[in-house]
């Protein structure tokens, strides 16, 4: 149980930094769908479903996710 506890700690650390770092002007600034897949990203971590909530390939979400100055945590 213990790893369980301490990987949700980690996964909630990550979540912070994620929100803290982004540019979240920058975020405000995009269409509906970019600004959702963001969100979606810096909520879950998770690049995949966040490009495709995007419509775009990983590599090109992950180009946005740097745009808006959010880590890769």
Not at 5 to 18: G, L, S
């Amino acid at each position: 149980m213990e790893e369980f506890r301490r990987y949700f700690e980690d996964m909630e650390e990550a979540r912070r930094v994620r929100r803290e770092r982004a540019d979240w002007r920058f975020i405000e600034s995009l269409p509906p769908r970019l600004r959702i897949a963001l969100t979606y990203y810096i909520e879950t971590g998770d690049l995949y479903v966040a490009s495709r909530i995007a419509g775009m390939k990983v590599e090109e979400f992950n180009e946005l996710r740097r745009r808006a100055g959010i880590p890769s945590t």
